[in-house]
Nanobody, 127 residues
Framework: QVQLVESGGGLVQTGGSLRLSCAVS????????MGWFRQAPGKEREFVAR????????FYADSVKGRFTISRDNAKNTMYLQMNSLKPEDTAVYYC????????????????????WGQGTQVTVSS
C-alpha cells in the first residue's frame, strides 16, 4: 500500500502562487509515476500533471502548461506542484495520485488508471 498526504492549499488572489506538496509513504517502490488531478464544484475530476518515477518525464494539461510545474524529491519522498499565475478557474480540490504502471501519453489523463489517491487539498483563487 501507498499513502499520500497533500498539503499547501489555501486562498490566493488571481495572479498569485501556491505550492502543493504530497508526502508519500509505504511501498513507494511499487509506483511508476505520480501526478495531480483536480475537481471543481459540479465538475468531474480532471488531469493536471504527471511525473515519472525518475522525474525526467513530465506531462501537463493544456490548461496549466506554462503556469504549473510538477517535481519530486525522491530522497524526501515528496512530490510538488508549483502553481503560478493562478486564475479563478484553477479553484478546485487538488488530489495527489500514484500509478503502479507506466502509461502512454494517450492514457495518462484517465482517472480510472491511478491506484492511490490522497484526501485532497482545497485551492481557492479569488478574482
Amino acid at each position: 500500500q501507498v499513502q499520500l498526504v497533500e498539503s499547501g492549499g489555501g486562498l490566493v488572489q488571481t495572479g498569485g502562487s501556491l505550492r502543493l506538496s504530497c508526502a508519500v509513504s509505504g511501498r513507494t517502490e511499487s509506483t511508476a509515476a505520480m501526478g495531480w488531478f483536480r475537481q471543481a464544484p459540479g465538475k468531474e475530476r480532471e488531469f493536471v500533471a504527471r511525473i515519472s518515477r525518475s522525474g525526467e518525464s513530465t506531462f501537463y494539461a493544456d490548461s496549466v502548461k506554462g503556469r504549473f510545474t510538477i517535481s519530486r524529491d525522491n530522497a524526501k519522498n515528496t512530490m510538488y506542484l508549483q502553481m503560478n499565475s493562478l486564475k479563478p478557474e484553477d479553484t478546485a480540490v487538488y488530489y495527489c495520485v500514484a500509478d503502479r504502471a507506466s502509461r502512454t501519453i494517450y492514457s495518462i489523463r484517465d482517472v480510472r488508471l491511478y491506484d492511490y489517491w490522497g484526501q485532497g487539498t482545497q485551492v481557492t483563487v479569488s478574482s
